[in-house]
């Protein structure tokens, strides 16, 4: 069975940074593309970025330059750097791969 945990969302300011992680188990972490995911308050989950198995990258326009996303399969885990950040990045941010996706981790942006 599939089970992902995302963990490093924090309260930040305006133009501060946060990384966070996405840690996998259960699943050959290397066959699969991951997906990060994002949601505000009282707003439907928008897509994020996604690095597929073999590395490629796809960013959403709202945060191209701003946030990198990497994975380390040795690790079975994957990361979104956020650099950066602005008030409107403030959402439930979430880890999906094989079909699954954890609980989600908090991002506040705020002074």
């Known amino acids: 069975q599939v089970q992902v945990v995302e963990s490093g969302g924090d309260l930040v300011q305006p133009g501060g940074s946060l990384r966070l992680s996405c840690a996998a188990s259960?699943?050959?972490?290397?066959?699969?593309?991951v997906d990060w995911m994002r949601q505000a308050p009282g707003a439907q989950r928008k897509f994020v970025a996604s690095i597929g198995s073999e590395g490629t990258l796809h960013y959403s326009d709202s945060v191209k330059g701003r946030f990198t996303v990497s994975r380390d399969n040795a690790k079975k885990s994957a990361y979104l750097q956020m650099n950066n950040l602005k008030v409107e990045d403030t959402a439930v941010y979430y880890c999906?791969?094989?079909?699954?996706w954890g609980q989600g981790t908090q991002v506040t942006v705020s002074s």
């Open positions: 259960g699943v050959d972490f290397s066959l699969y593309g």
């Open positions: 999906g791969l094989g079909g699954a």
